[in-house]
């Protein structure tokens, strides 16, 4: 399997632009993640899905930000209108149900690096 | 919610010598420990776990050790390499969907 794909891996855009990130889980994974990861918080949970239903949002910063997952291989996390302060590394991972396989391992991808100016 | 410390924040080491990274966590009815490792542009990488029936866990030259009573864990790694050099991380769950990270350790093994 390709692993968890994410696009763009990197994106440079002005205050106010509409940024969407997107994700494409393993197969079979039927839990995705979106994480924010920065120097002064680390990496943050923002919102998971089971099922492509999202489950818990309680790390969405704002309304600014939103997720959506309409299938099971495919997610976007948009951001509109965006701001300096949202410049960070997004992750998303995906897990299988359950036990989560042998070992319970979230996958990440390799991350989009967003610059807002 | 899950509050997870983890310490120190860098950490040098000769190549061949041990390292160790330790992590406290603050909610008692967290029972999954996983470590992860990310390498400079990649994301995070499990390279090991242990859930709370188990006090110790080793792979290679790997090891994390629980204590529950305490509330923390730690990651061993013995004999260090060059290609150990990366930021590790320790996170905490009560179930393997909504897991807490601590703030990351840069572990740099010189040659």
């Known amino acids: 399997d390709a692993g968890v794909i994410q696009s763009p891996r990197h994106e440079v855009t002005e205050m106010g632009q509409e940024v969407t990130l997107r994700c494409k889980p393993i197969?079979?994974?039927?839990?995705l993640f979106w994480y924010r990861q920065t120097m002064m918080r680390g990496l943050e949970l923002l919102i998971y899905f089971n099922n492509n239903v999202p489950i818990d949002d309680s790390g969405m910063p704002e309304d600014r930000f939103s997720a959506k997952m309409p299938n099971a291989s495919f997610s976007t996390l948009k951001i509109q209108p965006s701001e300096p302060r949202d410049s960070a590394v997004y992750f998303c991972?995906?897990?299988?149900?359950?036990?989560?396989?042998?070992?319970?391992?979230?996958?990440f991808g390799e991350g989009s690096r967003l610059t807002v100016l | 919610g899950e509050n997870v410390e983890q310490h120190p924040s860098t950490l040098s080491v000769q190549e061949g010598d041990s390292a160790v990274i330790k992590c406290t966590y603050s909610d008692s009815a967290s029972n999954y420990f996983p470590w992860y490792k990310q390498e400079l542009g990649k994301g995070p990488q499990l390279i090991i776990d242990i859930r709370s029936n188990v006090g110790e866990k080793k792979d290679q030259r790997i090891a994390v050790t629980l204590n529950k009573t305490a509330k923390h864990f730690s990651l061993h790694i013995t004999e260090t390499q060059p290609e150990d050099s990366a930021v590790y991380f320790c996170?905490?769950?009560?179930?393997?969907?909504?897991?807490?990270f601590g703030t990351g350790t840069r572990l740099l093994v010189s040659p």
């Open positions: 996170a905490a769950s009560k179930s393997f969907q909504k897991l807490v």
């Open positions: 197969s079979g994974h039927n839990s």
């Open positions: 991972a995906s897990i299988q149900g359950g036990s989560g396989g042998a070992r319970g391992e979230l996958f």
